[in-house]
């Protein structure tokens, strides 16, 4: 989506030179990028090549070694997840950081549950976290029932617990670090229909996959990581499965 | 079929009746077999139904079972407590030392509680924040906190507790309506423990923790105050314990609470704590004790030596396991 049709002429989301270290491991290595509002970017790359890496960063989880990560045009810091979430931040994982052993309703308010008082004491609001999961469950056209242990659940159900947590808040950009990788084709779809609504609505949101035709499905704009390297930033329309293939393994250098 | 309403969304779930979701917990085996244990012992032997032996069990019980509300806390959040044997003791060193100089029960009480607290919290930051395994952690609290009660005491007997001396003894040893002070009290911290583990963030986010560790980190759940206080906790409930068991005996040594440790997490095992986190409940921890102590208490009415107690309790630890892997395995 262009970005001029926001009325806005700013990034909801731009990296400067963004570069993370584990140790000896260069994860990323100067990464730039900038995001439009409601944009749908596709990021690519082989197993290792930062891309987790680069949305954890983002999402607040551990801080960049150099470089600055600017929101709506201001520069932010950002300490823990939390702060991140607070500056419209959401993001699906790719383990889903889901916990087994609660229910689906916990899951999705998981880390902010609501609560209402009784007396002096702030008790969970398991009732309003029910209902208000089932509706989001309901927007994903998702079976997911709240109160189901996820123990017991798909991959698909279990995906969808993961993304109603994004809708929780007014995000401007959700990271998804590989959404449709291990659900069935037609949750595939499902997922890629609710990122277009996400997009729709002027959210912009992160796609990470390894699967090609996903991506052109729903990306306005491809970029690729290889070794810890930016080596494209393309607009999905100018550019084609195998050109990405290409930069993805290295036969192709540079875009 | 016709679309269910968003209610009938909400409410369903994949328990079918309430029978059916009854006999599907450990816990309800566990109560049975207790229950079945006391018809048996009634039977059997004379002396297990009498008032006398009916006050031991159920005063002995409930310092197991206080405990062990604070360990289910401590292993539900995915870790162990090893510690509470020995905090238990510094606790009733403390307001033993400070009563028996003269000073108030209510002086004393803070005291020892506050040092219960501050075991809690060297164990809970240890492990926190310098991230070192809760075994190792405990373990070494085990030898410390014990070693320390024998230094404040200077290791001897202490039978005389000050002013306040009777109401120390009222406390611990009277009963109130012939219930056994320690019962009353144990009652009431398992339904405030429920309480907290079901309606509290505190409880979600401990459960969280020993689900998926990970993802407590991700979702932004402030996991090391998180366990600090779960440790506290565990440690505040061996020092109530500690207060009211000098009551009960009227007299404290440092062998007090030894060994304790295992009896403890055989009782919250027992009653549904999963060793590997995440699960566990405060009624599971009461009835667990229940079960061990009723276990315990039929050894010595049935004339088996009192040296086997050791293994029923290890086997039941080892027993408890088994099972849960085993269930583990077939869903
Ligand atoms: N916590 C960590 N500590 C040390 N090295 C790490 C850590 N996380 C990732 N790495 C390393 O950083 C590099 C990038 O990893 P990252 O997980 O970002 O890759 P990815 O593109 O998401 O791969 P995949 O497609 O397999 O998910 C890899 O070499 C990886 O081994
Ligand atoms: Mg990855």
């Given at each position: 989506m262009d970005q001029q049709i926001w009325g806005v002429f700013m990034n909801v989301l731009e990296l400067k030179n963004i570069s993370k270290r584990y140790g000896a491991i260069q994860a990323l290595d100067s990464v730039s990028l900038a995001i439009a509002p409601g944009e749908v970017v596709g990021l690519m790359g082989d197993n290792g090549?930062?891309?987790?890496?680069?949305?954890?960063?983002?999402?607040?989880n551990f801080a960049p070694t150099s470089g600055d990560i600017l929101i709506s045009d201001k520069k932010v810091a950002f300490n823990k997840p939390l702060d991140a979430q607070k500056a419209g931040i959401e993001v699906v994982y790719q383990d889903l950081a889901i916990c087994n052993n609660l229910s689906a309703a916990s899951n999705v308010f998981l880390g902010r549950e609501p609560t209402r008082r009784i007396g002096p004491i702030?008790?969970?609001?398991?009732?309003?976290?029910?209902?208000?999961?089932?509706?989001?469950f309901a927007r994903l056209k998702s079976e997911t029932r709240p109160r189901d242990l996820v123990h017991k659940m798909s991959g698909?159900?279990?995906q969808a617990v993961a993304i109603a947590r994004t809708l929780l808040s007014d995000a401007k950009i959700v990271l998804m670090d590989e959404p449709t990788a291990a659900i069935s084709v037609r949750q595939v779809a499902e997922v890629l229909n609710l990122i277009r609504q996400l997009s729709d609505q002027g959210i912009a949101v992160v796609l990470i996959s390894h699967r090609m035709p996903d991506v052109f499905e729903v990306a306005d704009k491809v970029v690729v990581l290889r070794r810890g390297e930016l080596v494209a930033d393309k607009k999905a329309s100018q550019s084609s499965p195998e050109e990405i293939t290409g930069l993805i393994t290295g036969a192709i250098e540079h875009a | 079929m016709a679309t269910p309403t968003l209610a009938e969304v909400i409410n369903r779930s994949q328990h079918h009746g309430l029978i059916a979701r009854i006999t599907s917990q450990q816990i309800f085996w566990v109560f049975m077999a207790a229950v079945f244990a006391c018809l048996a012992l009634t039977i059997l032997t004379d002396s297990f139904a009498t008032e006398r032996n009916?006050?031991?069990?159920t005063r002995n019980f409930a310092f197991v079972g206080i405990i062990a509300l604070g360990m289910t806390a401590v292993i539900a959040s995915g870790g162990i407590d090893l510690s509470v044997g020995s905090t238990l003791v510094i606790s009733a060193m403390t307001v033993?030392?400070?009563?028996?100089?003269?000073?108030?029960?209510?002086?004393?009480?803070?005291?020892?509680?506050?040092?219960?607290?501050?075991?809690?919290?060297?164990?809970g930051v240890l492990i926190a924040y310098a991230k070192m395994p809760p075994f190792v952690v405990t373990l070494g609290m085990l030898s410390v906190a014990r070693s320390l009660a024998m230094v404040l005491s200077d290791n001897k007997?202490?039978?005389?507790?000050?002013?306040?001396?009777?109401?120390?003894?009222?406390?611990?040893?009277?009963s109130t309506l012939g219930l056994p002070h320690p019962l009353i009290i144990m009652v009431i911290l398992a339904c405030l423990t429920a309480f907290a583990f079901r309606h509290l963030r505190w409880g979600q986010h401990l459960f969280a923790i020993g689900g998926n560790e990970n993802a407590a980190v991700l979702t932004g759940i402030p996991v090391a105050r998180i366990k600090v206080s779960v440790y506290m906790f565990s440690a505040l409930m061996a020092g109530i314990t500690g207060v009211l068991e000098v009551g009960w005996l009227g007299g404290v040594t440092t062998n007090l609470g030894q060994a304790m440790e295992l009896t403890v997490i055989a009782a919250a095992v027992i009653g549904g704590a999963n060793l590997a986190g995440g699960g566990?409940?405060?009624?599971?921890?009461?009835v667990g004790a229940l079960l061990i102590e009723v276990i315990r208490n039929s050894l010595i009415l049935l004339g088996i030596s009192t040296f086997w107690q050791g293994t029923f309790v290890g086997s039941f630890i080892v027993i408890a396991v088994a099972f849960d892997r085993f269930r583990q395995r077939k869903s």
């Open positions: 090549a930062g891309k987790s890496t680069l949305v954890k960063v983002i999402a607040g702030k008790v969970v609001d398991y009732a309003f976290m029910r209902s208000k999961s089932a509706e989001l698909g159900q279990r | 009916l006050f031991n069990v033993s030392v400070i009563m028996s100089a003269g000073m108030p029960f209510w002086l004393g009480c803070i005291a020892a509680l506050g040092i219960s607290l501050l075991v809690g919290a060297v164990n007997m202490i039978y005389e507790f000050g002013p306040d001396h009777d109401f120390l003894l009222w406390l611990g040893g009277g566990g409940t405060a009624f599971g921890a009461v």
